[in-house]
């Protein structure tokens, strides 16, 4: 059940001072914030601030106020207002600032110049409308359409009633400005009016454009995804770059590389969007920047989070996967133990960038031709990171010989653990421990060959 409590702030509110009064009038807030806070969100300004850590909605009005939501204590909001100070023998004013105590008393303080905070108290008093009124003003160009009926520009509402609101420009023209009670509040083409408690007046001014003119998109993602366009109903295809004028209808499309990637963010001229899959630009009428950017959608549920790069690299270059095809295909397994088998299979595959090697067969084969691992070795046991090293240290050598290419990095490493610790993947002790070696270490080890760079 929603509960909303309104504060009629407006012509209700009279202060009892030792000896003088301070007088409200027409609104406790004249000429300043208040006022403005007052008109566009309704008479419960007030108390919605106080209970919401003195923060307002950017264009909705006020969310429901629950009378028995928690309120910030000596939380005090400065009004337009001056007073006497309450002490009988203080003739010195000052400003008056309003707090609240709970949801049906609030208080005024007067900072006195010489005595400091002086106290006044008041009560909330709920509102009574049940219905309100929401009237629209379109200027040359376009149009405002709510979401419920309404003749002649004017809707009557329930109270707690939603509407959206639709600014609709014509051919040629643009929406310039539009007032909500008034107060500019954006160039927005749509917008809510949530929990209705007060009355509306909207008004939307356009503006005509050059539908000649040209203008740009420029378009920029990152991770593993692109931003495409649809031009007239026509796919435009990848771009970076995309000219236009405001007789082309675009809609862009923000498109993965793979099931595996997704959309994490889109910004539009600086200005989040969210994580969404498309956006309808409509007519061209500015210039538009645009970027995207894509995340990995781990498939797994299993991956701790300081493997995640490199267990997205395995996965997504299919060197690794989830080692059961038919049972647990969410899950990595990563502290699993890898075989001296397995590691060899992993590095031929990694290796192995015109796919000639189809089978378990086929990659021991090239590890046992490359000098990996040895014709009579006993292949089913357990990788340790001594052997690890052995392996890895022939395999980048390999790299190198078979690319011409020389690693930076490796230049001053000869042994197999100086390789290995130049790679950042052993320390000293963690080589003589000689501990077995598990999927994650393996991944990070795919990895890092990856991330190698050439002189």
Same mark, same amino acid.
């Given at each position: 059940?929603?509960?909303?409590?309104?504060?009629?702030?407006?012509?209700?509110?009279?202060?009892?001072?030792?000896?003088?009064?301070?007088?409200?009038?027409?609104?406790?807030?004249?000429?300043?914030?208040?006022?403005?806070?007052?008109?566009?969100?309704?008479?419960?300004?007030?108390?919605?601030?106080?209970?919401?850590?003195?923060?307002?909605?950017?264009?909705?009005?006020?969310?429901?106020?629950?009378?028995?939501?928690?309120?910030?204590?000596?939380?005090?909001?400065?009004?337009?207002?001056?007073?006497?100070?309450?002490?009988?023998?203080?003739?010195?004013?000052?400003?008056?600032?309003?707090?609240?105590?709970?949801?049906?008393?609030?208080?005024?303080?007067?900072?006195?110049?010489?005595?400091?905070?002086?106290?006044?108290?008041?009560?909330?008093?709920?509102?009574?409308?049940?219905?309100?009124?929401?009237?629209?003003?379109?200027?040359?160009?376009?149009?405002?359409?709510?979401?419920?009926?309404?003749?002649?520009?004017?809707?009557?509402?329930?109270?707690?009633?939603?509407?959206?609101?639709?600014?609709?420009? =014509?051919?040629?023209?643009?929406?310039? /400005?539009?007032?909500?009670?008034?107060?500019? !509040?954006?160039? %927005?083409? $749509?917008?809510? @009016?949530?929990?209705?408690?007060?009355?509306?007046?909207?008004?939307?001014?356009?503006?005509?454009?050059?539908?000649?003119?040209?203008?740009?998109?420029?378009?920029?993602?990152?991770?593993?995804?692109?931003?495409?366009?649809?031009?007239?109903?026509?796919?435009?295809?990848?771009?970076?770059?995309?000219?236009?004028?405001?007789?082309?209808?675009?809609?862009?499309?923000?498109?993965?590389?793979?099931?595996?990637?997704?959309?994490?963010?889109?910004?539009?001229?600086?200005?989040?969007?969210?994580?969404?899959?498309?956006?309808?630009?409509?007519?061209?009428?500015?210039?538009?920047?645009?970027?995207?950017?894509?995340?990995?959608?781990?498939?797994?549920? =299993?991956?701790?989070?300081?493997?995640? /790069?490199?267990?997205?690299?395995?996965?997504? !270059?299919?060197? %690794?996967? $989830?080692?059961? @095809?038919?049972?647990?295909?969410?899950?990595?397994?990563?502290?699993?133990?890898?075989?001296?088998?397995?590691?060899?299979?992993?590095?031929?595959?990694?290796?192995?960038?015109?796919?000639?090697?189809?089978?378990?067969?086929?990659?021991?084969?090239?590890?046992?031709?490359?000098?990996?691992?040895?014709?009579?070795?006993?292949?089913?046991?357990?990788?340790?990171?001594?052997?690890?090293?052995?392996?890895?240290?022939?395999?980048?050598?390999?790299?190198?010989?078979?690319?011409?290419?020389?690693?930076?990095?490796?230049?001053?490493?000869?042994?197999?653990?100086?390789?290995?610790?130049?790679?950042?993947?052993?320390?000293?002790?963690?080589?003589?421990? =000689?501990?077995?070696?598990?999927?994650?270490?393996?991944?990070?080890?795919?990895?890092? !060959?990856?991330?190698?760079?050439?002189?």
């Amino acid at each position: 059940m929603k509960k909303i409590l309104s504060l009629l702030l407006a012509g209700l509110m009279m202060f009892a001072l030792a000896g003088s009064t301070l007088a409200v009038g027409s609104t406790a807030f004249d000429n300043d914030l208040g006022a403005i806070y007052e008109t566009i969100y309704g008479e419960n300004w007030f108390y919605w601030y106080l209970v919401n850590g003195g923060k307002f909605p950017t264009i909705s009005p006020l969310d429901p106020v629950d009378p028995g939501m928690s309120v910030v204590p000596e939380k005090m909001v400065p009004t337009s207002q001056t007073a006497k100070c309450p002490l009988v023998d203080c003739q010195k004013t000052g400003k008056v600032y309003l707090s609240i105590v709970n949801s049906t008393t609030y208080e005024a303080y007067v900072d006195c110049p010489e005595h400091s905070w002086g106290k006044l108290t008041g009560s909330i008093l709920p509102g009574t409308a049940t219905t309100y009124t929401i009237s629209t003003s379109a200027g040359l160009g376009g149009s405002i359409s709510l979401s419920v009926d309404n003749t002649f520009g004017t809707a009557t509402v329930k109270k707690g009633d939603d509407v959206v609101v639709s600014i609709i420009p =014509d051919y040629g023209y643009v929406v310039e /400005a539009v007032y909500l009670n008034g107060y500019y !509040i954006g160039k %927005m083409e $749509s917008f809510e @009016l949530n929990d209705i408690h007060a009355n509306y007046s909207i008004r939307a001014i356009f503006r005509r454009v050059d539908i000649t003119r040209k203008y740009t998109i420029t378009a920029s993602s990152t991770g593993e995804g692109n931003v495409y366009a649809v031009v007239n109903g026509k796919s435009a295809g990848k771009f970076t770059s995309l000219t236009g004028t405001y007789a082309d209808i675009v809609t862009l499309r923000f498109t993965p590389t793979s099931k595996n990637y997704k959309v994490e963010s889109v910004t539009i001229n600086g200005q989040s969007i969210g994580a969404v899959s498309f956006y309808e630009v409509g007519r061209l009428a500015a210039d538009m920047t645009v970027s995207a950017k894509f995340v990995w959608d781990c498939p797994y549920t =299993d991956i701790a989070k300081e493997h995640m /790069a490199a267990v997205e690299y395995v996965t997504e !270059i299919d060197v %690794m996967g $989830s080692p059961n @095809l038919h049972f647990n295909t969410d899950k990595f397994m990563g502290k699993n133990t890898v075989s001296v088998r397995s590691m060899a299979c992993y590095l031929a595959e990694l290796a192995d960038v015109s796919d000639k090697l189809n089978s378990v067969a086929d990659r021991i084969a090239w590890a046992t031709e490359k000098g990996l691992i040895g014709d009579k070795e006993d292949l089913s046991v357990s990788t340790t990171w001594t052997r690890a090293c052995d392996m890895l240290a022939v395999y980048v050598r390999n790299l190198e010989k078979d690319g011409n290419v020389v690693f930076k990095d490796l230049v001053n490493a000869e042994s197999a653990y100086a390789i290995a610790n130049s790679m950042d993947l052993v320390t000293e002790a963690s080589y003589k421990a =000689d501990g077995k070696i598990c999927r994650y270490d393996m991944a990070e080890i795919c990895y890092a !060959i990856a991330l190698l760079e050439t002189k």
